[in-house]
Every structure is written in structure tokens, then in C-alpha cells.
């Protein structure tokens, strides 16, 4: 069965890594499984397919590991492709940092920018997905500086309370697809 | 002149106190957006809770709004820290996820996953040193691996690299072990960023 996390480390049937990755089955058929629930839905609900995809593309920009960019930048028409990537040439910054609640941890604050998207960006993307990216930057770069009024800016936007669900998952699970498949190409790289 | 639809808003918490510390108490979660009521949901959405206890926590009846990918977040969650063939010790896995919530500031994902390490290594004082001084506290080789590890998986740009691997290899990790401490850490990198911004934490009490 065609695996994404195998395809993007380049993980052959019959290798090491295929044998170590077989010893967590479950977890490697439910990574699957989430993506798959996430860009192939049962039924696609609030989020549009091409939106799943811009964000899925904007967070892979963020994070810059060539392969998984290059996936999911590869799933959108041209137009909006030139769109993300510009936004992404203007976002990409170091993480995380953020703020922790006032008292003894504010010594270890480490403000930051509050991303916001450009004109153009706006008028190519909408507002509606100009706002979910807005938070997609936060939820990269600086989780800890969440707070409600950041959902507000989506409910207003004309997000609902599902929708945020799946676009909060969208992008935590593509934090987690990234780091696997950075960490095991890394660890691919010296076997 | 054309009637806007009332947009919904966000749940105001109850009174409570904020933790402002790491800390291995046991802490609750509020929501910033409402979760499912426990009558509104199908089979389907209890399907998805896997643990049928979880119908009690309103982050899990918050994520079973999307079930599809709430049922295989947590069964990959659960393989990556329960399963007990081989790899990481299950001590070290929670270590991982304890770095990793430290680092991105997740007060309440870091409570429930030091008091895990602690419980399975009996290393106390080393996982609450963790929380008190960071992701650079000192602790021991095998342990400062797997956190710089874990850090360097979460931070952006990633900064994992065959150093890492090396290091990890050189306090005793083999290859399956390292494969699991790169789940753990990432599996983090998922949990702390839903935990972070659909609601606050609250001390307990």
C-alpha cells in the first residue's frame, strides 16, 4: 500500500529502515491514515480540497525540507502555487518562540513577530484563507502565543467550529509528517 | 440593507487559575471553541475517542468534530508510546515528549508527560530539573542526547543531523530506538500545537 512518509524518505521494501518502521504497524498505517483523512476525506465538510492543500503547501514552505515541500506544492494549479510561495519567501523565520504566561517563565520570552499576509496575497488567496494562514504562521512558529481572540479572527473570517478542528489538525499533523520525515532521512543517511 | 449572519464566538473559561510553571501536577484544560455535547455525538464520533472514557475530556469531544482524523491520531499516538516491542524504553519516549513540550511551552502536555518519565525511569529529581531549567538542564549523557535530540528535531529550521544520530548511537540508542525517539518527538510537535491553541491550561483544585 502506497505510504507517503515511505515515499517522501525514499524507504524501499525490504530495507533496515522498511523492517524498523514494520515494528510500529500501527502507528505507520495511522500516520497514513490522518493523512489520507486529511487530503482525501470521506467527506470534505467545510474545507475545500484546494484549500487543504494551499495550507498543507504554505506550512511544507515554512518548514523547508526539500521533499515534503516539493509534494505538496506539486497539488496546487500554478497560479496559486507562485501565490504561496510568495507568502512563504515573506513568513519563513526561526521557531519556536513566543511568550509564557507572566511570572517566573517570562524570563525565557522570546518575542517575535505576529505574520500577517501580504496585499497581494490577500487578493490571490481571499480572506478567508489569508486568515487561516495568519494562524498556520502562529501554529508553525510561535504555539505558545495562542489565545482565543486568534480564533475569533477565523470564526469571523467565516471559518465554523469544525472547520477549525480540521485545519488546527491539518497543520499539527504536518508538523509531526515533516519531522518524521526529516529525522528518518537523516537516520536513512547513515545506515 | 443586507442581515450579517451572527458570527459564533469563542467560550469565555471559567474562573480559574492559570499555572504559570512547568510542573507534574495534574492540571485540566479548558476550550477556546465549543466541543461536541456528549448527546450530539454518533457512533461514529464515540468510534473515535478509541478510549470510550475520553467522552469525559472536552479536548477529545473538541477533536471528535473532525472523527476521521481524531481515530488515527490517537492510534498513532498510541503505537509510538505504548508499543513494547523493542525500541526506546517507554521512560525515554515520555522524555521526548516531555523535551519537546517544554521547548514549545506546552505547560500542560510537559505535566502530563514529566509525570510519565518520571513514573517509568524513577528519575524524580532529573525530569523535574527538566521542567525548572529547560531543555538545557544537566542531566546525563544518555539523557542530554535524547533531549538535544528532541530539540533539534522541534526546532525551525530542523537541526536534526547525523551528529545527532551519532551521539544518540554513542550512549547506547540502536536504530530501532532512534526511530522511536523520532516519532515521540514529532508526535509532539502535534500534540502540543493542538493543546496550545484550542484552549488554556488550569491548576486543578
Known amino acids: 500500500m502506497s505510504d507517503v512518509i515511505d515515499t517522501l524518505v525514499g524507504i524501499a521494501p525490504g530495507s533496515k529502515l ?4 514494520a515494528q510500529r504497524s500501527e502507528a505507520r498505517k495511522h500516520a497514513q491514515a490522518s493523512y489520507t483523512s486529511l487530503f482525501e476525506p470521506r467527506e470534505v ?11 498543507a503547501a504554505f506550512v511544507a514552505g515554512l518548514h523547508g525540507e526539500p521533499k515534503t515541500d516539493a509534494f505538496y506544492a506539486a497539488k496546487l494549479p500554478s497560479g496559486l ?11 519563513k523565520t526561526k521557531g519556536p518562540y513566543g511568550h509564557f504566561p507572566k511570572g517566573p517563565l517570562s524570563t525565557e520570552d522570546a518575542p517575535g513577530p505576529t505574520w500577517k499576509v501580504s496585499e497581494a496575497g490577500r487578493k490571490a488567496l481571499d480572506a478567508r484563507l489569508a486568515a487561516a494562514f495568519e494562524h498556520t504562521h502562529m501554529l508553525v512558529f510561535h504555539p505558545r502565543d495562542a489565545a482565543s481572540p486568534a480564533l475569533q479572527a477565523l470564526l469571523d473570517a467565516g471559518w465554523s467550529t469544525t472547520d477549525i478542528v480540521t485545519i488546527s489538525q491539518l497543520v499539527s499533523f504536518l508538523s ?6 526529516s529525522g528518518l532521512s537523516t537516520l536513512a543517511s547513515t545506515l | 440593507m443586507i442581515q450579517k449572519t451572527p458570527t459564533v464566538k ?3 473559561p471559567p474562573p480559574h487559575t492559570e499555572p504559570v510553571v512547568f510542573t507534574r501536577d495534574m492540571l485540566d484544560w479548558l476550550p477556546w471553541i465549543e466541543p461536541m455535547a456528549e448527546q450530539d455525538m454518533t457512533e461514529r464520533h464515540l468510534a473515535s475517542l478509541v478510549d470510550a472514557s475520553r467522552v469525559k475530556s472536552p ?3 473538541l477533536l471528535a468534530r473532525d472523527p476521521d482524523v481524531l481515530e488515527a491520531r490517537t492510534r498513532t499516538d498510541k503505537d509510538i508510546f505504548y508499543n513494547p516491542e523493542a525500541g526506546l524504553p517507554r521512560a525515554e519516549r515520555e522524555l521526548a515528549a516531555a523535551a519537546t513540550s517544554r521547548l514549545n511551552g506546552c505547560i500542560y502536555c510537559a ?26 538542564a544537566k542531566l546525563d549523557a544518555r539523557w542530554e542526547a535524547i533531549v538535544a535530540a528532541s530539540v533539534a528535531l522541534t526546532a525551525l529550521p530542523i537541526t536534526f543531523g547525523p551528529q545527532h544520530i551519532e551521539r544518540l548511537r554513542t550512549v547506547g540508542l540502536d536504530d530501532a530506538a532512534i526511530a522511536d525517539l523520532i516519532g515521540a518527538a514529532s508526535f509532539f510537535n502535534w500534540a502540543n500545537r493542538l493543546m496550545l491553541s484550542l484552549g488554556e491550561p488550569a491548576t486543578q483544585g
Do not use: C, N, P
Open chain 1, 45 to 55: 465538510g467545510g474545507v475545500a480540497a484546494y484549500e487543504r492543500h494551499a495550507i
Open chain 2, 59 to 61: 479536548y477529545f469531544r
Open chain 1, 176 to 181: 509531526y509528517q515533516i519531522r518524521v520525515v
Open chain 1, 81 to 91: 502555487r507562485a501565490a504561496v510561495a510568495a507568502e512563504v519567501a515573506a513568513a
Open chain 2, 111 to 136: 505535566s502530563v508527560h514529566a509525570r510519565f518519565a518520571a513514573t517509568y525511569s524513577k528519575r524524580v529529581d532529573d525530569v523535574q530539573r527538566l521542567l525548572d531549567e529547560g531543555v538545557g
Open chain 1, 18 to 21: 522498511a523492517a524498523i518502521r
Open chain 2, 10 to 12: 469563542t467560550l469565555t
